[in-house]
């Protein structure tokens, strides 16, 4: 048998997995409600209810929905609590929730999966305290120091990377000047050789006519 409180997107997706899953609904509410009143003062017999669906877009006083949900599990172990709401936007309740030990929790944000979640959460395994770690604070702080340590590690490889790619533009400029330097040497032995040459052809009367014989200048 179950109870729900929800409101009309819920509540569809709730009658539907109940008819296919052959659950009865024994009592159900779609207005707002303060929790605490609720579960007090409404003529619920919760010892005949095995399942019980909050939609938190119902819940007035969301702050006491962990503490009631906390003493409605001491009170009546065996009732399954399911709580429907935005993953995103109820982070800390959820986080509360999870911390106390329910993990039947379906996420709104993923409206096409509504009731995929409710049928595994309706299941008799149920949502497993695994598939809902991210409302672990500790695995938060693990992923957390990871996440920073995964960035730690990507600036220190650009960093290798660009002081790589400097040391790799310093050796080219190195061996371009090396090579400039070594063409304008080359460039100063050859006009050093021809001008020697050319004065000592200039001043030898010898070399001079010989060199004036070879171009047919006499």
Known sequence: M?????????????I????????????????????????????????????LVIDLSCIIDLENLSK???QLKIMYPNIKIIVVGSFEKDLQLFEQLYSIGI???????????????????????GIQKKQVKIFDQKEQLK??????SKETLKRY??????????????????FLE?????????????????TSIGITVLFNEQLRNMLFQILGLE
Do not use: M, P, W
């Open 2 to 14: 179950l109870n729900y409180i929800a409101k009309e997107k819920i509540r569809g997706a709730i």
């Open 16 to 51: 539907n997995v109940c008819k296919e899953k052959n659950i009865l609904i024994l009592y159900e509410t779609n207005n707002n409600v303060y929790i605490e009143k609720y579960i007090k003062e409404t003529n619920i017999n919760f010892n005949v209810i095995r399942y």
């Open 68 to 70: 009631i949900i906390s």
């Open 103 to 125: 993990y039947n929790l379906v996420n709104v944000d993923l409206q096409q999966n509504i009731e995929v979640q409710l049928s595994e959460a309706l299941s008799d395994k």
């Open 143 to 148: 992923y957390e120091k990871h996440r920073k």
């Open 157 to 174: 490889i650009d960093e290798i990377k660009k002081r790589n790619t400097q040391k790799t533009s310093n050796v080219y400029f190195f």
């Open 178 to 194: 090396l090579i400039t330097r070594i063409i304008k040497l080359i460039v100063y032995i050859l006009l050093f050789v021809v």
